[in-house]
């Protein structure tokens, strides 16, 4: 079982907390797993179902159960931290994303790194260059979605625009496609969506998480929205004199 709340070593009292929203999920998993190597103390937040999902972290993290959504719980579990990573997911049509971030905004201590996850589908500035068929793929998903009443995929552009306009140090990291596998290394990264160095497409999972969790201390990606791609993928390599670092 993981640990409850107060039941802290006092040894650890002096390292650095980060707070994981949707910790329970693929990418929430990596992220737990990067920042335990980092020498983080995590807790995390995700739905009571899925608590058992992150027994094999045993001890080494806490787990606040709760909505992500839920202010009370997202308050409780912000407190203390350095950093917060937030795993951005429209789940259902009732403002899941735009709720999980404002909450994580409101609540997170002054001077926290807010790292949030999203697609590269959330426009950041007018740099951003999508195909025809791009911005057709994502109307037709958004709209089938929505139908169905699973996903509000227009909810995590809401959460985006909320996070783009607040005075937090914030980063919102863009995926490209992921999938699963070793980690080949930080991700490469452009500011607009459409770069050729984008071209490839495919990102590792762990990777993603590594992004996110190295942004904790590079102050260059703050108030920075990086859309990312597998730092071993041709178009990364192809193109490595105009990826960030
Ligand atoms: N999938 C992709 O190809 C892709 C591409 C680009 C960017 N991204 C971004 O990457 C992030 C993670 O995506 P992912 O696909 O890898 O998913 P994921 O890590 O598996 O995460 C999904 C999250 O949503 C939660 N969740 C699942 N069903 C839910 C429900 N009905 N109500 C509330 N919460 C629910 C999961 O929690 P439980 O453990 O409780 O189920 C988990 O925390 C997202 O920000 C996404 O926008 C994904």
Known sequence: MTSSENSRPATEAARQRVCIVGISGKLGQYLTAHALERGYEVVG????QSVAKLDHFGDRITVIPGETSDRSVIERAVAGCT???TVLAPWGVRDYSSRTA???????PDGARLIFSCGWHVRASAADVYSRRFLA???IASWLAKAMRAVDIADQTRAAEQIFASDTRWTLVRGSDLEEGESEGLPAWSPAV???LLESNLTRRTDFALFM?????NDAL???APA???CRSESALGHASSARA
């Open 45 to 48: 937040v995700c739905r009571p």
């Open 83 to 85: 950093a917060v990573l």
């Open 102 to 108: 404002q909450a994580v905004m409101d609540f997170a």
């Open 137 to 139: 793929t994502v109307a």
């Open 194 to 196: 459409g770069s050729p």
């Open 213 to 217: 969790v190295e942004a904790i201390t």
């Open 222 to 224: 703050i108030g920075q």
């Open 228 to 230: 990312i791609v597998g």
